[in-house]
């Protein structure tokens, strides 16, 4: 079992930038890659970006290619996505899960989702 809790939503202009925090307390946390998903109002749940058990290995979806970038800390059982650039199309819940690699962006493939934190992109 591992419990996931993200952090670091909020309400950002177009063109502004974020932190989202996931945490995952517990000895586990080293076995599992993370991955970071999206989902907006009446759309299906989207992979974002993935990180390997170590960090070395990340991966991201196109649409936000060049745009975030995703770091982990295992040292605070952390992995931190840092969206840049932001969108209105960005606008959604972004949910953390866990998965034993960062292979692909399916959320079928993950276990363990956090609740979710909100990024609003507004003017």
């Known amino acids: 079992q591992l419990q996931l809790v993200e952090s670091g939503g909020g309400l950002v202009q177009p063109g502004g930038s974020l932190r989202l925090s996931c945490v995952g307390p517990?000895?586990?946390?080293?076995?599992?890659?993370i991955g970071w998903f999206r989902q907006a109002p009446g759309k299906e749940r989207e992979g974002v970006s993935c990180?390997?058990?170590?960090?070395?290995?990340?991966d991201y979806a196109d649409p936000v290619k060049g745009r975030f970038t995703i770091t982990r800390d295992n040292a605070k059982n952390t992995v931190y996505l840092f969206p840049d650039n932001l969108k209105p199309e960005d606008t959604a819940t972004y949910y953390c899960?866990?998965?034993?690699?960062?292979?692909?962006?399916?959320?079928?493939?993950?276990?363990?989702w956090g609740q979710g934190t909100q990024v609003t992109v507004a003017s």
């Open positions: 990180t390997s058990t170590s960090g070395a290995i990340s």
């Open positions: 899960a866990a998965d034993y690699y960062c292979l692909e962006l399916k959320p079928e493939t993950y276990d363990f």
């Open positions: 517990g000895v586990a946390w080293n076995k599992y890659a």
